[in-house]
């Protein structure tokens, strides 16, 4: 099994630019995430999803889109992209919450981004 | 809200003495707990979780954590630190609504030799 993989490793947009990353997993997991990474911020939640189909919010949702067409993946989008949004951002993906809220998330390798 | 504490940005051992990463947790119930690792450009792994299962939790690594919910604790110990302890420590508390997970801002551990 793969696990978790991200499309691309690297990227740098300039401002304004438009740039989908991909996020799959193999392991039949119903709840997939996505996460930037800042200096000193931890990790936060940008949007997540409970199943196929669904979207939600999560900490810092602004200026990004996603879709959840496939289970297997969860596209993460940049309309117009901004020096703001350089990051690394990584996909997780979990097979569930759980009610006890004990499910292991497994992460992808991270993109870098970098917006100019 | 659930949330999460972790006291120190940034900690400093030398090989083989102990390590404690501290971490405390904000919830109006006994959570489950997590903490990953994030090795130098590389995404975060599951090191150990509490599941109310038992309070005192190994993990890999020789790693551990001790739930305390008097002192709403959980955390993270290593008997001797090795240099490929050397990484970013998260510690992680779910949502409320069960649907996600928050993440503390991290421990950066770093080892002398």
């Known amino acids: 099994n793969a696990g978790v993989t991200q499309t691309p490793k690297f990227r740098v947009l300039k401002t304004g630019q438009s740039m989908t990353l991909l996020c799959a997993q193999d392991?039949?997991?119903?709840?997939m995430y996505w996460y930037r990474q800042d200096p000193g911020m931890g990790l936060r939640l940008i949007h997540y999803s409970v199943g196929e189909g669904t979207t939600a919010k999560g900490e810092v949702p602004d200026g990004y889109n996603v879709s959840r067409l496939k289970k297997q993946n969860f596209l993460l989008g940049l309309e117009s992209a901004a020096p703001s949004q350089t990051s690394v951002y990584f996909c997780?993906?979990?097979?569930?919450?759980?009610?006890?809220?004990?499910?292991?998330?497994?992460f992808g390798p991270g993109t870098r981004l970098t917006v100019l | 809200a659930q949330s999460v504490t972790q006291l120190d940005s940034h900690v400093s051992v030398s090989e083989g003495t102990p390590v404690l990463l501290r971490c405390n947790y904000s919830?109006?119930?006994?959570?489950?707990l997590f903490w990953y690792v994030q090795h130098p450009n590389k995404g975060l792994q599951l090191l150990l979780k509490?599941?109310?299962?038992?309070?005192l939790v190994k993990g890999i690594n020789g790693f551990e954590a001790e739930f305390k919910k008097s002192e709403t604790s959980f955390h993270l110990t290593k008997p001797s630190a090795h240099m490929s302890d050397a990484a970013e420590y998260f510690c992680?508390?779910?949502?409320?609504?069960?649907?996600?997970?928050?993440f503390g801002p991290g421990t950066r551990l770093s080892v002398l030799p």
């Open positions: 992680v508390v779910p949502h409320n609504y069960g649907q996600n997970f928050v």
């Open positions: 997780a993906s979990s097979y569930s919450a759980g009610l006890d809220h004990t499910d292991t998330q497994y």
């Open positions: 919830s109006s119930y006994s959570p489950s």
């Open positions: 509490y599941t109310s299962a038992a309070t």
């Open positions: 392991m039949n997991h119903e709840y």
